[in-house]
């Protein structure tokens, strides 16, 4: 009987071993896998916190787009003025993330030098080519594009916010949670509208009629208005037609000013206010007044 027992022991510890399973061969369930432990949500604080940082870093993740190359009289300036807004955005975020006490957040302190760091570095590239005045314009077109490549794939040297969030599901909540860090649409700060049916102007084609400083005509796209000189126009021009959108440029004597106009917008050039009646598709009903 002993004997019997020993042997029914042993054969039930070699079939564990082996899987054996039921009497029928059907193998055995594996045993369920560990359970883990949810991770814990962010507090408010930390969600605030990861809110300033990544409205301080925006740079990295909606970087400003470079402009449209028109190839005017303006585009230089076009140019220029988005080279000195990445370089002003680079240099903002040591500025903008030094009021961020790192302890409130998970690995913060690492988060901030790394995209300070990084920043730095670029900045002062970048504002080298901002602070060049006397270079050809296809010189500073190489510029921009070069810029504009680079931010597209611009990683901080160290820790990522995307690297943490993908390892810290605390982080990951308070990623989802933070509104600052989603990315920005692509048009946002930008007017636009729908093209709409226009109105007749009252001064027609005729361009000639805003040479006094008070007209609504017809324009289109490249179009040059008669500048009102007794505003100090040198030069005034419709530089596109798009999406509902009519962009003019304006000259003086020193220097000079660009502005997108969609229906019903105005804005004051030099003390005469430029207004867009309507903005159709490919044309537009265009005003000057004394402002």
């Known amino acids: 009987m002993r004997k019997e027992v020993r042997l029914g022991a042993a054969a039930l510890v070699l079939c564990s071993l082996a899987a054996c399973g039921a009497p029928d061969g059907t193998p055995a369930a594996p045993p369920p896998p560990p359970t883990s432990t949810p991770a814990p949500p962010p507090t408010p604080d930390q969600v605030a916190w990861l809110n300033e940082f990544c409205e301080a870093t925006k740079v990295f993740f909606s970087p400003p787009q470079p ?8 585009v230089a300036m076009d140019l220029d003025t988005y080279l000195s807004s990445v370089s002003s ?11 961020l006490a790192p302890e409130r957040f998970p ?11 990084t ?3 670029l900045s002062t590239k970048v504002g080298g ?16 594009a070069e810029v504009s490549s680079t931010l597209k794939t611009l990683k901080p040297q160290g820790l990522d916010l995307a690297t943490l969030a993908a390892a810290d599901g605390t982080v990951a909540q308070a990623h989802q949670q933070a509104e600052k860090c989603r990315p920005a649409k692509a048009e946002e700060g930008k007017p636009s509208a729908t093209p709409v049916d226009l109105p007749a ?9 805003c040479g006094d400083g008070r007209c609504e005509v017809l324009v289109s796209p490249s179009a040059v208005v008669p500048a009102p000189r007794r505003y100090g126009f040198t030069l005034f021009r419709v530089r596109s037609i798009s999406g509902g959108v009519m962009q003019v440029g304006a000259k003086f004597g020193s220097g000079a000013i660009t502005s997108p106009l969609d229906t019903g917008r105005s804005t004051i050039m030099n003390g005469l206010e430029v207004k867009a009646v309507a903005v159709g598709d490919g044309k537009a009903v265009l005003s000057f007044s004394p402002g």
Do not use: I
């Open 201 to 209: 102007a009252k001064d027609g084609e005729n361009l000639a009629a």
């Open 107 to 117: 690995r913060g302190a690492e988060l901030v030098e790394a995209y300070t760091k």
């Open 129 to 144: 080519y901002a602070r060049q005045f006397d270079v050809a314009e296809e010189t500073v077109r190489g510029w921009v």
């Open 67 to 74: 402009p449209e190359d028109l190839r005017d009289e303006f």
């Open 89 to 99: 955005e680079l240099q903002s975020v040591d500025f903008r993330t030094a009021s």
């Open 119 to 121: 920043a730095e570095e």
